[in-house]
């Protein structure tokens, strides 16, 4: 990819950025060819990955490294989109959201610095992933289980930070973050709650601590660079228990959702319940066009007769109850007795003790994979694919009113429905993927306006995002209305006073420094 | 992910039908090695002359060992063009260059992204390209 400039620095004033950078982290960590350029941009971008560029990436190692690089970074006026390990895929990958930002790369800085078996919790840096952390585990015979997301090749950090989820009890991974460690935008160094005070062992312990609570302001944000953070890890159980349900009908989410939710928000069930509709499971039997071959979406017939042949509900509902057995068999049987009040076919039960094979793709066991992302071969070519992803409350009534608004919307455009739904608590993550051919250049432009559509059409609802592509942070942040805008504004107050030149991550999440508040709704249109 | 679904990931080819698939008794031993990754190296990762086959595990074993996403695709597009599904495992191929791991590392192709220098430093890719790049 050719060089895009940030706004405002001259060719030269770039090159000097670069010779300085080299300085600190040496010349093999400033990555600014074309070819690191393309290494570090959307690879499944909807449409050209010109359209969010990076100018170059840098790889510090340490902490100073990072502090140094964030000064120059202001006395150059180059600004910088930090990533853990740069694999937000669906999101945006490592790509910046102004165009010309230089990406911080973190995945150099991938120490576990401390895992804790007692107090069940570890200390890790931002470059370290997901598989990283289990293999130590493993190798530390440590009697702990992690939570994860679908595709594991992330970082722990960068996904909790992001707002990732899971299907453990531990699957709200922001929630598992305690202490975090981070470079402010103008260098200086901040520990977040008991980690304030040097030296202190509960650092990593109690989330609420002595005045502002900061950890979680620096998730999906621009105020600083995250280099450590304590997070939270499940004791392994002494057992566990799978039990699982097909659900015939779609609109059988209704019940689904409310007879779920409220045993979730008891506390009788403790995981993240992901309910995956049947498109969830086709995807890893093959490719779209060995069950239909047009490229209109495949109609409500072809879906009657694939779940018959594949022997498939239109949804499953996979439940994993995790403790001691006498427990998780008293569970069980309440879980049972609701789910037995609207569906009369027994549930398939599958019991885990310690010792027993764990099979390596198993998400609710905290096993990490990139095996789900095996979806991406569904179109076939690069694999592009996009989530919509609305909240809504945990109950029937809502989640069937949002399933029938966003399946009507993807239905007139002519594409395939594949929702899930996540129950967490009082509310539940819809994921409604979107899977298409990214070198299909008409496809790309439906895809974007279907995206558009899904977006306007369910706030109006009165239902947002929580997370989303570059391409869409300011339309989702748009939709944030209350008292005129007044969290980005608020946001943007907060950004401007920590850092007025505004060079880390301008524009993340649609929160723009003054300094680049001109760049508000644009990309590169190429 | 359910075991239900485990079935149908495993459905996917021959082998991974295989590799994938629950067996019903009590534990076969450690985890599968696409979980398990030698660990890397330590010392300058810019310095050439690396041990090829642990740097290829250790980097690109988040796919490409045994049970792993790219493994299963490969594996499946390797017995539709008439091979065997043992070359569904780079390791056991031998009609890559040096040249085209190389190119795809850097590039990607199909549904893998392309690394960066901080996933592989280019010493560790030739390293990589030597250990896989059997045909030259």
């Known amino acids: ?72 970074a202001n006395e150059h006026k180059t600004p910088l989109w930090p990533v853990a390990r740069g694999k937000n895929l669906g999101y945006g990958t490592a790509a910046p959201r102004l165009p010309g930002t230089v990406v911080l790369d973190l995945g150099r800085m991938n120490k576990i610095l401390e895992l804790d078996t007692k107090l069940a919790y570890c200390v890790v840096e931002p470059g370290v992933g997901f598989f990283d952390l289990y293999e130590h585990i493993q190798r530390e015979k440590a009697p702990l289980w992690m939570s994860v997301p679908g595709n594991a090749w992330g970082s722990v950090l960068g996904n909790a930070l992001e707002h990732g989820i899971g299907y453990t009890p531990y699957g709200l991974h922001a929630r598992n973050l305690c202490g975090i460690e981070a ?3 103008d260098g200086d160094l901040v520990r977040t709650g008991m980690g304030a005070m040097s030296n202190n062992p509960a650092w990593h312990l109690f989330p609420m601590s002595y005045g502002p609570t900061f950890d979680l302001a620096f998730s999906q944000s621009n105020l600083g660079v995250v280099t450590k953070a304590g997070v939270w890890l499940q004791p392994a159980p002494e057992s566990s228990l799978e039990i699982v349900w097909d659900i015939p009908k779609v609109e059988d989410i209704g019940w689904v959702v409310d007879t779920i939710a409220p045993l979730k928000i008891s506390g009788l069930i403790d995981q993240n319940v992901f309910i995956p509709s049947w498109l969830g499971k086709m995807v ?43 427990v998780v068999k008293a569970k ?46 569904w179109i076939g070519g690069r694999g592009a694919h996009m989530g919509f992803s609305p909240v809504v409350p945990a109950t029937g009534k809502h989640v069937l009113d949002q399933m029938a608004r966003s399946r009507k919307i993807i239905a007139d455009f002519d594409v395939d429905f594949y929702a ?15 899977m298409y051919d990214r070198d299909n250049a008409a496809e790309v432009v439906k895809m974007r306006k279907l995206f558009d559509a899904l977006i306007t059409e369910t706030a109006k609802a009165g239902y947002a995002e929580y997370r989303t592509h570059l391409g869409w942070m300011d ?6 209305d209350f008292n005129n805008h007044a969290l980005r504004r608020f946001g943007e107050k907060v950004k401007n006073a920590l850092d007025p030149n505004g060079i880390i991550a301008p524009g993340k999440q649609g929160i723009w420094p003054a300094a680049y508040a001109d760049a508000r709704g644009r990309s590169n249109k190429v | 992910m359910s075991r239900a679904s485990l079935v149908l990931v495993a459905a996917l080819g021959l082998v991974a039908t295989a590799v994938l698939a629950a067996p019903p008794g009590p534990p076969p031993g450690p985890p599968p090695p696409y ?83 901080v996933d592989l430093t280019d010493a560790e890719l030739d390293a990589v390209a030597k250990y896989l790049g059997k045909a030259g």
């Open chain 1, 475 to 480: 339309p989702v942040m748009e939709t944030f």
């Open chain 1, 332 to 377: 069980a049987e309440v879980v049972k007795a609701a789910m037995k009040r609207n569906l009369a076919a027994g549930p398939a039960e599958h019991w885990w003790h310690p010792g027993d094979y764990i099979h390596g793709v198993d998400t609710t066991m905290g096993i990490p994979s990139a095996v789900p992302l095996q979806m991406s071969d």
């Open chain 1, 1 to 72: 990819m050719k060089l895009h400039l940030p706004p405002r620095v001259s060719p030269k004033q770039f090159q000097a950025a670069m010779t300085a950078f080299a300085g600190v982290v040496g010349k093999d960590w400033v990555m600014d060819s074309d070819a690191d350029r393309d290494a570090y941009s959307d690879t499944y971008a909807p449409g050209s990955t010109e359209e969010w560029p990076a100018s170059a990436a840098v790889a510090p190692a340490s902490v100073d490294e990072v502090r140094a690089i964030v000064r120059l």
């Open chain 1, 183 to 185: 470079v402010l935008p």
């Open chain 2, 35 to 117: 979980q398990m990754r030698p660990v890397a190296p330590a010392g300058d990762r810019l310095k050439p002359g690396g041990d090829g086959k642990v740097l290829f595990e250790v980097h690109c074993g988040y796919c490409h060992l045994t049970g792993g996403m790219g493994t299963n695709l490969l594996t499946k597009q390797q017995v539709m063009a008439g091979n065997t599904p043992d070359k569904g495992l780079l390791a056991n191929r031998t009609d890559l260059t040096a040249d085209y791991v190389r190119t795809v590392v850097r590039m990607g192709k199909g549904a893998m992204p392309q690394q960066t220098k």
């Open chain 1, 284 to 326: 890893l039997k093959g490719q779209r066009r060995d069950f239909w071959d047009k490229p209109s979406a495949i109609p409500e017939w072809r879906v009657e007769e694939l779940l018959k042949e594949h022997k498939l509900g239109y949804w499953q509902v996979a439940l994993r109850l995790y403790g001691e057995e006498s």
């Open chain 1, 420 to 434: 899930s739904f996540t129950i967490g608590g009082r509310f539940a993550n819809n994921v409604n993927m979107l």
